[in-house]
């Protein structure tokens, strides 16, 4: 098992994010959907010489500073750090997720936006 | 008397108003003295924010309210209220958030994080929440139920294996921690010993003679691990899982 570059990493976990949509498991999506946005953060980070310290809030600092920087359009700060907490309230409080006025379709495009980015970026 | 009770009635009997103060007083002294003056301040703006959104109890918890930090440690915080915006702190901060209806029902369901809250956090905030709390706790006798955490164990598992199969190392290590961290509170509450801070686990683990379960969560806090290691820490989380179905 080697090390893939991670936004192969983000790839693969959005594609298991969609098809756990589609089979109803909101659970994984949103577990999927949160760990696909981080590793496009880092991949993008990585390649643009931002830290992230494996650590959650600074890889939710450096999507918003890749945003101030002109890196990406969208800051991508509030989502991942919103899709952290709905992981959490999901998987360790039996919540179910809340997206506020947004679905979990559109939380989904919104990463897949972000995916697509980091790939953009490694072409 | 279980050991919840024994560990409440340790800092104070919640009966007597005079313990009861007497425990605030200590606990504030205790959380100044388990953080940094920069986490200090994090926890004052965070108390601040709960307060002023009408929280009636605000507590420090996890490994800083048991002075136990690592290099992966949180600053987690038990807010009965609504949860407070910290999304500008410069820190990880974990906010467990309940209602006080919420927080009763959880107590007297057996949830361990209520318990550990009222015998090991530092209650920075009560307006009677917690006392109340605390006292169920030591005229019911009540323990955490542990069957609860070992029943998650297969599906805190199977999230692990498929991290670890699409390759995220990092993301991987984070959820064989957790699945490890609640396999050994499980192992320990139904052995009646009480689940410290997880840095403290692997040490009451091996007085239990949980040997491997220590080792691989005491790989997963402190060091690094490849996947394959990971992989193989889930195999000690399928034993507690047959151990605790037979």
């Given at each position: 098992?080697?090390?893939?570059?991670?936004?192969?990493?983000?790839?693969?976990?959005?594609e298991l994010a969609l098809q756990d949509i589609e089979t109803g498991d909101e659970r994984g999506a949103v577990?999927?959907?949160?760990?696909?946005?981080?590793?496009?953060?880092?991949?993008?980070a990585d390649a643009h010489g931002v830290d992230t310290k494996q650590n959650h809030r600074m890889k939710a600092d450096a999507a918003s500073e890749l945003h101030s920087n002109g890196v990406l359009d969208e800051d991508c700060g509030p989502l991942l750090r919103t899709l952290n907490q709905e992981r959490k309230d999901v998987w360790y409080e039996g919540e179910d997720p809340d997206f506020g006025d947004e679905t979990l379709e559109d939380v989904a495009e919104r990463v897949r936006d972000l995916i697509e980015a980091a790939e953009a970026d490694h072409d | 008397m279980t050991?919840?009770?024994?560990?409440?009635?340790?800092?104070?009997d919640p009966r007597r108003t005079d313990d009861w103060t007497r425990r605030l007083s200590t606990d504030a002294v205790i959380a100044?003295?388990?953080q940094t003056p920069e986490l200090q301040q994090i926890t004052e703006i965070v108390v601040s924010r709960a307060i002023t959104s009408g929280a009636q109890g605000v507590a420090l918890t996890g490994s800083t309210a048991r002075a136990k930090r690592t290099r992966i440690s949180d600053l987690d915080y038990h807010v009965v209220g609504n949860r407070p915006d910290v999304h500008d702190l410069p820190a990880d901060v974990d906010v467990y958030e309940s209602s006080p209806d919420k927080m009763r029902t959880k107590l007297?369901?057996?949830?361990?994080?209520?318990q550990w809250t009222l015998c090991c956090g530092c209650l920075l905030y009560d307006t009677g929440v917690f006392r109340e709390a605390a006292v169920t706790v030591v005229e019911q006798d009540l323990w955490p139920d542990a069957e609860s955490k070992l029943r998650r164990l297969p599906e805190l598992r199977r999230l692990g294996e498929r991290l670890i199969a699409v390759g995220d190392r990092d993301a991987a290590q984070d959820q064989v921690r957790a699945a490890l961290t609640s396999a050994a509170r499980g192992v320990l509450l139904r052995q009646g010993v009480?689940?410290?801070a997880r840095s403290e686990l692997p040490a009451q683990l091996r007085l239990i003679g949980a040997d491997s379960l220590a080792d691989g969560l005491d790989a997963a806090i402190y060091t690094d691990p490849p996947l394959e290691a990971l992989a193989s820490m889930l195999e000690t989380v399928v034993a507690v899982e047959l151990v605790s179905a037979a």
């Open positions: 098992m080697g090390s893939k570059p991670k936004h192969e990493i983000a790839r693969e976990h959005f577990s999927a959907l949160f760990y696909a946005a981080e590793a496009a953060i880092v991949a993008v | 050991e919840s009770v024994r560990l409440i009635l340790e800092r104070g100044e003295r388990n007297l369901q057996g949830d361990d994080f209520v009480f689940a410290l």
